[in-house]
């Protein structure tokens, strides 16, 4: 299962800094970020939230480095991540923070071998997101990024992640991320045009998703 991308981790009326950077594709600032919250949660190792805040900042710099077709950094942010969410649920086994460790762990896997190592440890992680907070919907969105990325002949694909993303919008309606995720997921099961409504959807809710954006302007208008 691979939760190559990633969802996102606040849902606060204005975007964090951390969203602000992700939306923007700002490589540099969120490497930035990543330095100074594991500078601070070196020095308060006990304290599950300063963990948190590492493992969500590696998980938007893999995403945008994923976005950007550099797998190499991809998994490197990932890899540093992981350890911090594994030390946050040892000391808070809360729901977001599996829903963290399950993103990194599809973040992580580059090839048949590593794949092998993390993709077990991804759906399992998840699956404790699900029962914990059964009513999340960026748990569901994250449910469903694994099944899209996963082969269909192993349980996954883009049909059964559009039921999660689809659960997500009806658990919040302005998950910006639920809608870009069932647009991707709509285009490969070639329904374009309502690809693009969900794309739009999506920019509707945050325009400054630069991601998003690209996603639209590749999608055929028939």
């Known amino acids: 299962m691979i939760l190559g991308l990633v969802m996102a981790g606040f849902m606060a009326a204005a975007p964090s800094a951390l969203e602000t950077a992700r939306d923007q594709q700002d490589r540099a600032t969120l490497g930035k970020m990543v330095n100074e919250y594991s500078a601070a949660a070196a020095k308060a190792p006990n304290n599950a939230e300063a963990q948190y805040r590492v493992a969500l900042a590696a998980s938007y710099l893999a995403e945008v480095s994923i976005e950007q077709h550099d797998r190499k950094q991809g998994r490197q942010a990932a890899e540093q991540g992981i350890k911090a969410a594994e030390k946050a649920i040892s000391l808070k086994p809360e ?10 762990c599809g973040q992580a896997i580059t090839d048949v071998l590593s794949g092998l190592s993390y993709a077990p440890r991804a759906r399992d992680a998840v699956d ?15 449910r469903g990024v694994g099944s ?3 082969p269909e002949q192993l349980g996954g694909g883009a049909k059964q992640a559009i039921a999660d993303f689809q659960k997500a919008i ?3 309606p302005k998950n910006a ?34 991601w998003a954006k690209e996603q639209l302007e590749k999608t055929p208008v028939k």
Do not use: C, H, I
């Open 128 to 142: 404790r997101a699900v029962e914990k907070a059964p009513k999340s919907s960026s748990v569901y969105v994250a």
């Open 95 to 104: 729901a977001e923070y599996y829903r963290v460790l399950a993103t990194l």
């Open 148 to 150: 899209y990325y996963l």
């Open 177 to 210: 991320e639920a809608y870009l995720w069932l647009g991707l997921s709509l285009r490969k099961e070639n329904r374009d045009a309502e690809a693009r409504q969900a794309f739009a959807k999506s920019l509707e809710l945050n325009p400054n998703r630069v």
């Open 170 to 172: 009806e658990l919040d």
